[in-house]
């Protein structure tokens, strides 16, 4: 199971918007609804973020979205705070009762 | 509060056998499969597979087939994952995540930190 393909950077300026994107295949990302984004600060456990491609845990903020097109899911930080400049990864079930992880974004915020 | 605890840090020479805990509190320990996820420093992360707390039925990934073993222990309500023929290779941070009930992870602990060298 290859690991899913994941920017290594992205950044924008307070307010501003980012989109981050992961690429799978039609045996993860694609052939599932089942993408879910976590966010990690340094020497933190992530945190679930987004599940079900779009779908917010309670106590997450708004600003925090999900979509997927195909093969291609992606996360979208609407309205960048200074707060937001962690690591994030996606992950997808892939079918078996398995699953995959992205290789990860370093969001930076300017 | 639902919380995972892990054991703490480990060393561990080329071709040993590493044993991480988790300990769940805070909620119903054999309502949720257990997982684990490592992350090597630096990098992503890899999922390493599932337990079932009520069957003991397991599900690993491809890459760990063989070489890893998960138990549970619901008397206490912790689960164990211990890993075979370590190599530098396995030097990595060792999480412990529950499961959502809809394929995302929302309760991780803390990692445990495993070091492979001679």
């Known amino acids: 199971q290859s690991a899913l393909t994941q920017p290594p950077s992205a950044s924008g300026s307070p307010g501003q918007s980012v989109t981050i994107s992961c690429t799978g295949t039609n045996s993860d990302v694609g052939g599932y609804n089942y993408v879910s984004w976590y966010q990690q600060h340094p020497g933190k456990a992530p945190k679930l973020m987004i599940y079900e491609v779009s779908k917010r845990p309670s106590g997450v903020p708004d600003r925090f979205s999900g979509s997927k097109s195909g093969n291609t899911a992606s996360l979208t930080v609407s309205g960048l705070q200074a707060e937001d400049e962690a690591d994030y990864y996606c992950?997808?079930?892939?079918?078996?009762?398995?699953?995959?992880f992205g290789t990860g974004t370093k969001v930076t915020v300017l | 509060q639902v919380k995972l605890v892990q054991s703490g840090a480990e060393v561990k020479r080329p071709g040993a056998s590493v044993k991480v805990s988790c300990k769940a509190s805070?909620?119903?320990?054999?309502?949720?499969?257990m997982h684990w996820v490592r992350q090597v420093p630096g990098q992503g992360f890899e999922w390493m597979g599932w337990i079932n707390p009520i069957s003991g039925g397991t599900n690993f990934g491809q890459k760990f087939q063989g070489r890893v073993t998960m138990t549970i222990d619901t008397s206490i309500s912790t689960a164990y994952m211990e890993l075979n023929r370590l190599t530098s290779d396995d030097t990595a941070l060792y999480y412990c995540a529950r499961p959502n009930g809809y394929h995302g992870f929302d309760i991780w602990g803390q990692g445990t930190i495993v070091t492979v060298s001679s």
């Open positions: 805070g909620y119903s320990f054999t309502a949720y499969h």
């Open positions: 992950s997808s079930y892939a079918g078996s009762n398995n699953y995959v």
